[in-house]
């Protein structure tokens, strides 16, 4: 479900923010707060909706190239993170690779 793949996106982000932009706030910075609103976005715009393959497999990438840099190196380094810290959210990662 979208509100699934939402909900994983802003915890990968939020566990990225925290190591990568040194912030102990819960908030995120200004170029990770980008990067979820962007993301918030294509998830939005999904033409498949709630029966969406993961986006490694699907024929439409939306996500520009940039954005699709910024979001695997946030894949890279939360999604191993992520079974530590919300081992439920694990199972939504896992369809995106």
């Known amino acids: 479900m979208i509100a699934d793949e939402k909900r994983t996106i802003k915890e990968m982000i939020s566990l990225y923010c925290r190591k990568h932009n040194h912030s102990c706030s819960p908030e995120l910075c200004r170029e990770c707060k980008e990067l979820l609103e962007y993301a918030y976005r294509r998830l939005d715009k999904c033409p498949h909706g ?13 996500y520009s190239q940039d954005m699709r840099a910024r979001i695997r190196a946030v894949m890279r380094y939360a999604g191993p993170r992520m079974l530590l810290r919300h081992p439920l959210s694990i199972i939504s990662w896992l369809r995106h690779i």
Do not use: A, Q
């Open 50 to 62: 709630d029966d969406k393959p993961s986006c490694r497999h699907c024929k439409i990438h939306c």
